[in-house]
């Protein structure tokens, strides 16, 4: 597995996770260069950029998470996060995270080149 997903689970709304995401040391020898993303995908809706953090550590966020959700990253760990407060019942989705070392694909249509296997995040109203 490149890349490992974690941290998902059952809340009610109003609280907070905090998904996490490594990378293969074996893949990814140089993590800092990577940008890398979460994304997901609700059922029956097509999966969507929830945040994006660039090598340099610019961020991009989804409009309907801005305010509650951060995303940040450890370089010497080789790891991204995401951290999920306010959480509402329309946040409930499968989450991936994804890397690739061209931010272009974080902004545009085009998928990252690596995915992770998703963790899923179930919010209670």
């Known amino acids: 597995v490149q890349l490992q997903a974690s941290g998902g689970g059952l809340v009610q709304a109003g609280g907070s996770l905090r998904l996490s995401c490594v990378a293969s040391?074996?893949?990814?020898?140089?993590?800092?260069?990577?940008?890398m993303g979460w994304y997901r995908q609700a059922p029956g809706k097509q999966r969507e950029l929830v945040a994006a953090i660039s090598s340099g550590g610019s961020r991009n966020y989804t409009e309907s998470v801005k305010g509650r959700f951060t995303i940040s990253r450890d370089n010497a760990k080789k790891t991204v996060y995401l951290q999920m407060n306010s959480l509402k019942p329309e946040d409930t989705a499968v989450y991936y995270c994804?890397?690739?070392?061209?931010?272009?694909?974080?902004?545009?249509?085009?998928?990252?080149?690596?995915w992770g296997q998703g963790t899923q995040v179930t919010v209670s109203s």
């Open positions: 994804a890397a690739d070392p061209r931010w272009g694909r974080f902004t545009t249509a085009q998928a990252p080149a690596h």
């Open positions: 040391r074996t893949i990814f020898s140089v993590f800092s260069i990577q940008n």
